[in-house]
């Protein structure tokens, strides 16, 4: 398959989540190893290629015709998602995706459907699936407060102007800051911690507020559920300190947990989590802080097993749904039906 069975990966995107990405393959040696990177600014691709010791390329037309690259992450900016996922596919590479998986769900459809027609491992990199205490949270829910009934989870980041990219200030690039850029962390949860439940409708409020980025930097979004049950997540680029922490109510008790880290600093996917089952605390001690090692580990292990991903296509298909449910919504002021 790769070299010594293992495989190659090539990185598109020498950002700083490219660069997460690139030191969590590294960590996993047993099964894959770095076979490029590429990024159009071919200074930063050699830069960072020099630097982990792998082939780098300024165009990716040229690293998906090499052989040894046999799968993609792409850490790329939001607009440009499809066409290199969809370019990767049919060179065939199995692809990752950064979120958001797509600006919207017709080029969302579009990519899953070139995945399928060339029987290629396509996932979306939602990282908070793999933070453990949330993995345990998530397995000892129905038996500690029995079924979910409802959830708020508040997501409230700030987003610094000076720090950011130059291209998260346009809407047209971004699909917008809190729905596209928080958005599908949220959701994403949401539908797993109530998994097996169907989303029925979504009414949302929004707002923009902040100068400097187009589109809207505030959203409210209530999902409900089939059965009755309701999720409501609260977004925010304006938050100073940011908070993000998640109430499940259930019908004998409740979950809460609290990140403990500003997403904005350190390593991408080094997260810490506090978690209590009722009033009772339950011990971070011994974890590691490595949920994109986890992430890529599933990604390459579903490649070589032939095994369905974590995280299903059609859930990322359906959070693109709901996205798009809450754009609706909050242009209508109405609920929307989801289809």
Not at 230 to 250: D, H, V
């Amino acid at each position: 398959m790769g070299s010594n069975d293992r495989i190659g990966i090539g990185v598109v995107g020498c950002g700083r989540i490219g660069i997460s990405h690139i030191e969590a393959i590294n960590e996993l040696s047993d099964i894959a190893y770095l076979a490029a990177v590429i990024d159009e600014n071919i200074s930063a691709a050699k830069k960072v290629g020099e630097k982990y010791n792998a082939k780098f390329y300024g165009s990716t037309n040229e690293a998906f015709n090499d052989p040894s690259v046999q799968a993609v992450i792409v850490c790329l900016p939001n607009y440009l998602h499809k066409n290199v996922t969809k370019n990767a596919l049919m060179q065939g590479k199995h692809v990752l995706v950064e979120k958001p998986f797509a600006l919207n769900f017709e080029e969302a459809k579009q990519m899953v459907n070139e995945a399928r027609k060339r029987d290629l491992t396509i996932m979306c990199a939602q990282s908070f699936r793999f933070i453990p205490e949330l993995q345990e949270a998530q397995r000892i829910m129905l038996n500690e407060i029995g079924n979910p009934i409802n959830m708020l989870y508040v997501f409230a980041l700030h987003f610094d102007r000076k720090k950011a990219p130059s291209w998260w200030q346009y809407e047209d690039k971004t699909g917008g800051p809190v729905l596209l850029f928080l958005g599908p962390h949220i959701i994403d949860a949401t539908l797993w911690f109530f998994e097996g439940k169907i989303p029925e409708s979504v009414y949302a409020q929004g707002g923009s507020f902040k100068k400097n980025f187009e589109g809207l930097d505030e959203a409210t979004i209530l999902i409900k559920f089939e059965d009755g049950t309701m999720a409501t997540n609260y977004l925010s680029i304006n938050t100073q300190p940011p908070m993000q922490e998640c109430l499940i109510t259930g019908e004998k008790g409740r979950i809460y947990f609290k990140h403990c880290d500003d997403p904005s600093e350190g390593r991408v996917g080094a997260f810490s989590v506090e978690l209590s089952i009722g009033d009772k605390l339950l011990s971070s001690e011994g974890i590691e802080k490595e949920n994109l090692k986890l992430e890529n580990m599933n990604f390459i292990n579903s490649i070589l097993k032939k095994e369905e991903p974590f995280v299903k296509i059609e859930d990322t298909l359906l959070q693109m749904k709901i996205i798009e449910a809450a754009k609706k919504s909050i242009k209508t002021n109405k609920l929307v039906k989801i289809e």
